[in-house]
Protein backbone atom coordinates (compact mmCIF):
# COMPACT_ATOMS: atom_id res chain seq x y z
CA UNK A 1 0.00 0.00 0.00
CA UNK A 2 1.67 3.43 -1.30
CA UNK A 3 1.55 6.64 0.88
CA UNK A 4 0.43 9.35 -1.20
CA UNK A 5 1.97 12.69 -0.29
CA UNK A 6 -0.06 15.20 0.82
CA UNK A 7 -1.41 18.72 -1.09
CA UNK A 8 -2.84 21.65 0.48
CA UNK A 9 -6.31 22.77 -1.02
CA UNK A 10 -7.45 26.19 -1.41
CA UNK A 11 -8.62 26.34 2.14
CA UNK A 12 -5.69 24.99 3.76
CA UNK A 13 -3.57 27.55 1.54
CA UNK A 14 -5.98 30.17 3.11
CA UNK A 15 -5.44 29.36 6.67
CA UNK A 16 -1.35 28.79 6.02
CA UNK A 17 -1.70 32.38 4.54
CA UNK A 18 -3.75 33.82 7.60
CA UNK A 19 -1.13 32.36 10.20
CA UNK A 20 1.37 33.83 8.54
CA UNK A 21 0.14 37.18 8.36
CA UNK A 22 -0.44 36.74 11.87
CA UNK A 23 2.73 36.04 12.80
CA UNK A 24 4.43 38.49 10.53
CA UNK A 25 2.46 41.20 10.37
CA UNK A 26 1.49 43.26 7.49
CA UNK A 27 4.69 45.82 7.84
CA UNK A 28 7.09 42.43 7.47
CA UNK A 29 5.17 40.35 4.40
CA UNK A 30 6.94 42.47 1.40
CA UNK A 31 10.73 42.10 2.96
CA UNK A 32 9.73 38.03 3.39
CA UNK A 33 8.16 37.99 0.04
CA UNK A 34 11.39 39.86 -1.69
CA UNK A 35 13.88 37.83 0.52
CA UNK A 36 12.52 34.83 -0.75
CA UNK A 37 12.67 35.87 -3.98
CA UNK A 38 15.98 36.63 -3.92
CA UNK A 39 17.24 33.50 -2.26
CA UNK A 40 15.13 31.16 -5.14
CA UNK A 41 16.93 33.43 -7.61
CA UNK A 42 20.27 32.50 -6.37
CA UNK A 43 19.21 28.79 -5.91
CA UNK A 44 18.26 28.91 -9.35
CA UNK A 45 21.14 30.80 -10.83
CA UNK A 46 23.29 28.43 -9.13
CA UNK A 47 22.06 25.21 -10.39
CA UNK A 48 21.58 26.74 -13.98
CA UNK A 49 25.47 27.94 -14.04
CA UNK A 50 24.63 31.46 -14.50
CA UNK A 51 26.93 33.76 -12.11
CA UNK A 52 27.09 37.69 -11.97
CA UNK A 53 30.69 38.07 -11.85
CA UNK A 54 30.78 36.27 -14.80
CA UNK A 55 31.22 38.40 -18.09
CA UNK A 56 29.25 37.60 -21.01
CA UNK A 57 31.54 36.53 -23.88
CA UNK A 58 31.14 39.10 -26.62
CA UNK A 59 32.08 41.69 -24.52
CA UNK A 60 34.99 40.11 -22.43
CA UNK A 61 37.77 41.66 -24.20
CA UNK A 62 36.50 45.07 -24.99
CA UNK A 63 36.30 47.84 -23.17
CA UNK A 64 32.61 49.73 -23.31
CA UNK A 65 33.16 53.41 -25.43
CA UNK A 66 32.38 56.28 -23.33
CA UNK A 67 29.39 58.49 -24.57
CA UNK A 68 30.09 61.62 -26.74
CA UNK A 69 29.28 64.76 -24.26
CA UNK A 70 28.93 68.80 -25.33
CA UNK A 71 31.56 70.62 -23.97
CA UNK A 72 30.38 72.41 -20.52
CA UNK A 73 29.20 75.93 -20.89
CA UNK A 74 28.97 78.28 -17.96
CA UNK A 75 26.41 80.69 -16.55
CA UNK A 76 27.99 83.29 -18.31
CA UNK A 77 28.36 81.87 -21.56
CA UNK A 78 24.74 81.05 -21.64
CA UNK A 79 23.41 84.48 -20.89
CA UNK A 80 25.41 85.70 -24.19
Not at 2 to 21: Q, S
Request: proline share 12%; hydrophobic share 35%; glycine share 10%.
Amino acid sequence: MGLAMWTPGPLEIVIILVIVLIIFGPKRLPDLGRSLGHGMREFKDSVTGKDKDELPPSSAGEPEPEPEREPATTASEQKS
